[in-house]
């Protein structure tokens, strides 16, 4: 059976608000944005200096589907910090 993911059209970082706003679509999704709280998101995440919330506002402003992505799997904002913290 095939499942109705969403197809991620577009994504953005809204500052003011510090979340990360996602439009998709499917045949069940028709458009209404998914809106995810960066600070939330953040919150969940074990850093290894105070410092390493960089990797995660980064991720956020320049590529916010992957953001949107990550967050929403278990998990998957913090392997992305420890990704980054092992290239670095």
Not at 43 to 56: G, R
Not at 67 to 85: D, I, R, T
Request: charged residues 15%.
């Amino acid at each position: 059976m095939k499942q109705n993911k969403p197809c991620y059209l577009f994504g953005m970082y809204e500052p003011d608000t510090n979340s990360v706003i996602v439009n998709a679509l499917n045949n069940t999704y028709t458009g209404t944005p998914l809106t995810i709280s960066c600070k939330k998101c953040n919150s969940s995440v074990l850093l290894d200096t105070p410092d390493d919330i960089a990797y995660l506002y980064r991720l956020a402003q320049e590529s916010p589907l992957l953001y949107a992505e990550l967050a929403c799997k278990p998990n998957g904002l913090q392997e992305y910090v420890n990704a980054m913290n092992e290239f670095n």
